[in-house]
Structures are given as C-alpha cells and as structure tokens.
C-alpha cells in the first residue's frame, strides 16, 4: 500500500500562494502518476493536476491553468503543486493520489476512481 502524505495547506488572501507537497516515505513514485485533486464543501472532488512521473507529461484541469504547475523532485520522491494567484473559489480540501502505470497521455486520467491510493487531504482556504 502506497501512503501517501500532503503538507503546505494554509490560510491565504486572494492573489496569495501557497505550495502543496506529497511525498511517500520511503517509496518511488517511478511507477506511478501522480495527481491532485480537490474537494469543496457540498462538491465533488474534481481533478486539479497531474504529472507522469517518468516522463514528466503534465495535464491541468482548466480552472487552474496558468496558475497551477504540479512538478517532481526525484531525489527526493516528493510531488509538488504550486498555486499562485489564488482565488476564493480554490478554496478546498486538496488531495495527493497516485495511479500505478506508466501512461504516456494524460488527458483521461482525471477521475477519483481511476487512481488506487489517497492521502488524506490538505485545507487551503482563500479569502477575499
């Protein structure tokens, strides 16, 4: 089982940013692609970002491009996602998840049901 652990959650401003992170002590993501997610209160989680991890091919959800960039650190098995310009309606619980396959296009791996582990999620609150 793949644990997976977000941290950087926070409380900002509108126009403010912030920088997820997930990592899986003492695991690899070579294996897996990798995504976020997000929840509001009364929604349901929808797709942010996501990276392959051996290739580096990304794919974001419309709402947050040019805003957003998921990226990796190798060295350190660590995914990151980074959230400038951050609006109220980014307020949410963000979630770290992770596919196992090795895909080499991402534009239909957006659904919660198509990745097997979670993490348990990251509040970022936005004010305005």
């Known amino acids: 089982q793949l644990q997976l652990e977000e941290s950087g959650g926070g409380s900002v401003q509108t126009g403010g940013s912030l920088r997820l992170s997930c990592a899986a002590p003492?695991?690899?993501?070579?294996?897996?692609?990798m995504a976020w997610f997000r929840q509001a209160p009364g929604r349901e989680r929808e797709f942010v970002a996501a990276v392959a991890w051996h290739v580096g091919t990304t794919n974001y959800a419309d709402a947050v491009k040019g805003r957003f960039t998921i990226s990796q650190d190798s060295s350190k098995n660590t995914v990151y996602l980074q959230m400038n310009n951050l609006e109220p309606g980014d307020t949410a619980v963000y979630y770290c998840?992770?596919?196992?396959?090795?895909?080499?296009?991402?534009?239909?791996?957006?659904?919660?049901?198509?990745?097997?582990?979670w993490g348990p999620g990251t509040q970022v609150s936005v004010s305005s």
């Open positions: 998840a992770a596919y196992r396959g090795l895909p080499t296009e991402l534009r239909n791996l957006n659904t919660p049901p198509q990745y097997q582990h």
């Open positions: 003492g695991r690899t993501y070579a294996n897996y692609a």
